[in-house]
């Protein structure tokens, strides 16, 4: 089967600058994550969507990051403005239900803040 | 709230030599518990979970880990450890309804020759 699926691999902005990611999860899969990896750190869930609605956004910066999954599948992540701090890999991964689940992960956004 | 202690920062084992990577967690309930790991550049890939019965739970590339409640421990293990093995280990816990993922800060393990 095919995997979580990211564009783009890598972005360079600069910090004010605005940035969108997108995933496609795994076909058939109904809770997606998106998770933000610093540096020398394991990732932080930042956002959890079971079909096209909203779990857990408690870690979401919400004055800059948004995040939608329309039609419960593609999903994207957005920053408006960037900070230097954002600089991380965003990785995107999906399970087929809640409940424990194994998670997929795809091989992340590389996002760099000059 | 639930959380993960992965004390070991960087590892260096021999090719052939037996590995343990340490995880401690904490977390009210039973816990649904993680290893993944991740090559420089990719993803994380589930390398074996545990969700309840047996305790030596068998996952892929011939790893292990045995859950120990008394010592709240999760370690994985490798009899003998081969260079592409080399890569970053991050151990996860789990709620069992939400599925929220914590996972420890990571183990770096170098493999010499």
């Known amino acids: 089967e095919a995997g979580v699926a990211q564009s783009p691999r890598y972005k360079i902005i600069e910090k004010r600058q605005s940035v969108a990611f997108w995933c496609n999860p795994i076909?058939?899969?109904?809770?997606l994550y998106w998770y933000q990896q610093i540096l020398g750190q394991g990732p932080k869930l930042l956002i959890q969507?079971?079909?096209?609605?909203?779990?857990?956004d408690s870690q979401l910066p919400k004055d800059r990051f948004s995040a939608e999954r329309l039609k419960g599948v593609d999903s994207t992540l957005k920053i408006q403005p960037a900070k230097l701090e954002d600089s991380a890999v965003y990785l995107c991964?999906?399970?087929?239900?809640?409940?424990?689940?194994?998670?997929?992960f795809g091989d992340g956004t590389r996002l760099s803040i000059l | 709230a639930q959380s993960v202690t992965q004390p070991d920062i960087h590892i260096t084992v021999s090719e052939g030599a037996s590995l343990e990577l340490r995880c401690n967690y904490s977390?009210?309930?039973?816990?649904?518990l993680f290893w993944y790991v991740q090559s420089p550049g990719q993803g994380l890939q589930l390398l074996l979970k545990?969700?309840?019965?047996?305790?030596l739970v068998q996952g892929i590339k011939g790893f292990e880990a045995e859950f120990k409640r008394s010592q709240s421990s999760f370690n994985l293990r490798k009899p003998s450890v081969h260079w592409s093995d080399a890569a970053e280990y991050f151990c996860?816990?789990?709620?069992?309804?939400?599925?929220?993922?914590?996972f420890g800060t990571g183990t770096r393990l170098q493999v010499t020759l």
């Open positions: 996860a816990v789990a709620s069992g309804t939400a599925s929220k993922l914590t």
């Open positions: 977390y009210g309930a039973t816990p649904y």
């Open positions: 991964a999906s399970s087929l239900n809640i409940g424990g689940q194994p998670q997929h």
């Open positions: 969507f079971q079909n096209n609605g909203v779990v857990d």
């Open positions: 076909s058939g899969h109904a809770t």
């Open positions: 545990y969700f309840s019965g047996d305790t």
